[in-house]
């Protein structure tokens, strides 16, 4: 999967009510993508290139992983435990990933 696409796919999925109480920033350490990290204020989403200088926590999987997460096909708990995914930094903010881009698309 390419960059834009993630984003893409990130963007629609996001559910601003579910991240009215979240204020955190995202690293995202993806092997088969460019870093990028994502900024979730108080339900605003901003998503840049590159790394974060303090992410409140790093995800590092894959992309299919990640979507998988997402779209709640992949158990969060279940990821980690098989080493699908690695979490530095607070490992609550990776577990609320599934509700914060919880919407279906249209």
């Known amino acids: 999967m390419e960059d834009q696409q993630l984003i893409a796919k990130l963007r629609?999925?996001?559910?601003?009510?579910?991240?009215?109480?979240?204020?955190a920033v995202y690293q995202f350490d993806l092997d088969d993508v460019d870093d990028y990290h994502m900024t979730i204020d108080h339900g605003a989403l901003d998503i840049q290139p590159g790394r974060h200088p303090d992410p409140s926590v790093t995800i590092i999987s894959d992309t299919g992983t990640l979507m998988a997460l997402v779209k709640k096909e992949l158990n969060t708990m279940q990821a980690l435990l098989t080493g699908k995914v690695k979490v530095k930094g607070d490992i609550?903010?990776?577990?609320?990933?599934?509700k914060l881009f919880?919407?279906?698309?249209a």
Do not use: H, I, N, Q
């Open 102 to 105: 919880g919407k279906s698309k």
């Open 12 to 23: 629609a999925r996001f559910d601003p009510e579910a991240a009215e109480s979240v204020s």
């Open 92 to 98: 609550g903010l990776a577990s609320r990933l599934p």
